[in-house]
């Protein structure tokens, strides 16, 4: 018989803690008897998890339920104002933080331009956007369990460093260590990409059997690969780069040093900056007015309004668009056959007809066969995705249940 180790009965006992916990959660107010049949413990285990969880004030007795022939049964709910996570999304025009209560609801958000992409003053804006909302939303800070700061780019893995960020411009910048300097809570730095699908895993309440990818369709193009185990982050941490993907030869100069990337024709930087080239070179359209004729306010929304309103440059501007992204998402489909892919990002919230038109892409790029099972689906968190993706990182990397 196997003799385990302490190392292995301490994380036994944590694996169980949090399943009976976020047994009680999903179930949002249930008895010992049917987590103990759940999670596929024995009652009175569940009994010492949830009497320790009691004493903590991390759950609570809400009273007592139906009897189903025998006593009435105690109910367990989660005391929503125990924990806090704050979440983060750094964004190239804007940044965005929320706080979420213990029960995973939002209980806060705010949104503001980004001032600066130079480190020090972004960091700075960060930490200010983050104490406001912590005080706005009457938190105290001994219950703030941790920041989870979604940023654009390549970051490693652990320490939080921004190795390359092509739409800041940064390379080597130690984001995580110097937020830590910054604010009385712990801090992690993840992909933005990586946040944003967690976040909406978490949302869908999906659990994942092979394989899901969360595409994020914005001012950038990336994407995420989930696993049932978690996050695939590949050898060296740099997993996902879906736009990237170099798809026109001699292609648009892409910020990432290469030319004809999927992130160079299709996202919502290249589609506002092709449309402002049209203009520049007398191409007649509708696009100029809704920038008032400064081209320095155009945006990828007024390309996609004017397209809607039958603008023949703009629809032409889209159509490629969505034909690109669906290459990059076949050539995915074709190589990991995954049972879902998720569609966020701004560009996403510009109606049905764009995503048809992805869809529809991807029929026919993809391999004959190959993929026949996935599901393309649209995400449900909206234009703060990303931020309470930043908060899920911090729910599923800090062990906010046991007495460390």
């Given at each position: 018989?196997?003799?385990?180790?302490?190392?292995?009965?301490?994380?036994?006992?944590?694996?169980?803690?949090?399943?009976?916990?976020?047994?009680?959660?999903?179930?949002?107010?249930?008895?010992?008897?049917?987590?103990?049949?759940?999670?596929?413990?024995?009652?009175?285990?569940?009994?010492?998890?949830?009497?320790?969880?009691?004493?903590?004030?991390?759950?609570?007795?809400?009273?007592?339920?139906?009897?189903?022939?025998?006593?009435?049964?105690?109910?367990?709910?989660?005391?929503?104002?125990?924990?806090?996570?704050?979440?983060?999304?750094?964004?190239?025009?804007?940044?965005?933080?929320?706080?979420?209560?213990?029960?995973?609801?939002?209980?806060?958000?705010?949104?503001?331009?980004?001032?600066?992409?130079?480190?020090?003053?972004?960091?700075?804006?960060?930490?200010?956007?983050?104490?406001?909302?912590?005080?706005?939303?009457?938190?105290?800070?001994?219950?703030?369990?941790?920041?989870?700061?979604?940023?654009?780019?390549?970051?490693?893995?652990?320490?939080?460093?921004?190795?390359?960020?092509?739409?800041?411009?940064?390379?080597?910048?130690?984001?995580?260590?110097?937020l830590k300097a910054c604010l009385?809570?712990?801090?992690?730095?993840?992909?933005?990409?990586?946040?944003?699908?967690?976040?909406?895993?978490?949302?869908?309440?999906?659990?994942?059997?092979?394989?899901?990818?969360?595409?994020?369709?914005?001012?950038?193009?990336?994407?995420?690969?989930?696993?049932?185990?978690?996050?695939?982050?590949?050898?060296?941490?740099?997993?996902?780069?879906?736009?990237?993907?170099?798809?026109?030869?001699?292609?648009?100069?892409?910020?990432?040093?290469?030319?004809?990337?999927?992130?160079?024709?299709?996202?919502?930087?290249?589609?506002?900056?092709?449309?402002?080239?049209?203009?520049?070179?007398?191409?007649?359209?509708?696009?100029?007015?809704?920038?008032?004729?400064?081209?320095?306010?155009?945006?990828?929304?007024?390309?996609?309004?004017?397209?809607?309103?039958g603008d023949s440059l703009a629809?032409?501007?889209?159509?490629?668009?969505?034909?690109?992204?669906?290459?990059?998402?076949?050539?995915?489909?074709?190589?990991?056959?995954?049972?879902?892919?998720?569609?966020?990002?701004?560009?996403?919230?510009?109606?049905?007809?764009?995503?048809?038109?992805?869809?529809?892409?991807?029929?026919?790029?993809?391999?004959?066969?190959?993929?026949?099972?996935?599901?393309?689906?649209?995400?449900?968190?909206?234009?703060?995705?990303?931020?309470?993706?930043?908060?899920?990182?911090?729910?599923?990397?800090?062990?906010?249940?046991?007495?460390?």
């Amino acid at each position: 018989m196997r003799k385990y180790s302490k190392l292995d009965l301490t994380s036994i006992t944590n694996h169980n803690r949090i399943n009976v916990f976020n047994c009680i959660l999903e179930g949002k107010t249930i008895n010992r008897s049917v987590i103990a049949k759940k999670v596929g413990l024995s009652i009175p285990a569940v009994m010492s998890i949830t009497d320790d969880l009691i004493e903590k004030s991390i759950i609570y007795a809400v009273g007592k339920g139906e009897s189903h022939g025998g006593k009435r049964p105690e109910m367990l709910s989660v005391v929503p104002d125990r924990f806090f996570f704050i979440g983060v999304d750094v964004g190239r025009t804007s940044v965005r933080v929320v706080v979420m209560n213990n029960c995973r609801d939002v209980v806060y958000k705010a949104s503001k331009p980004t001032e600066s992409v130079e480190p020090d003053d972004l960091i700075g804006q960060i930490t200010e956007m983050t104490m406001d909302g912590i005080k706005e939303a009457k938190v105290p800070n001994d219950k703030i369990v941790g920041v989870g700061v979604a940023m654009p780019g390549l970051i490693e893995r652990g320490t939080g460093r921004v190795l390359f960020s092509p739409n800041f411009g940064w390379r080597d910048v130690p984001l995580q260590d110097k937020l830590k300097a910054c604010l009385p809570f712990n801090v992690l730095v993840e992909n933005a990409n990586r946040a944003l699908t967690v976040g909406e895993i978490n949302n869908m309440q999906l659990k994942p059997t092979s394989c899901v990818i969360g595409v994020n369709l914005a001012y950038g193009i990336g994407s995420a690969v989930v696993l049932p185990n978690g996050l695939y982050y590949g050898a060296s941490g740099t997993s996902g780069e879906i736009g990237h993907i170099i798809v026109e030869n001699h292609g648009a100069y892409c910020s990432c040093g290469n030319y004809g990337c999927i992130e160079s024709i299709a996202s919502g930087d290249a589609i506002a900056r092709q449309a402002r080239i049209a203009i520049d070179n007398k191409i007649q359209t509708s696009i100029a007015e809704k920038c008032g004729g400064d081209l320095k306010k155009l945006d990828a929304k007024m390309v996609f309004d004017a397209a809607k309103e039958g603008d023949s440059l703009a629809q032409s501007l889209v159509k490629k668009a969505a034909d690109y992204i669906g290459k990059g998402l076949a050539i995915a489909i074709n190589m990991l056959d995954p049972e879902q892919i998720i569609l966020c990002g701004g560009l996403t919230l510009n109606g049905e007809f764009f995503i048809d038109m992805i869809k529809k892409a991807v029929s026919k790029y993809q391999m004959n066969h190959a993929g026949r099972n996935v599901q393309i689906v649209v995400g449900k968190s909206g234009l703060y995705a990303t931020a309470i993706g930043g908060a899920w990182i911090v729910v599923n990397n800090i062990d906010f249940l046991s007495d460390n």
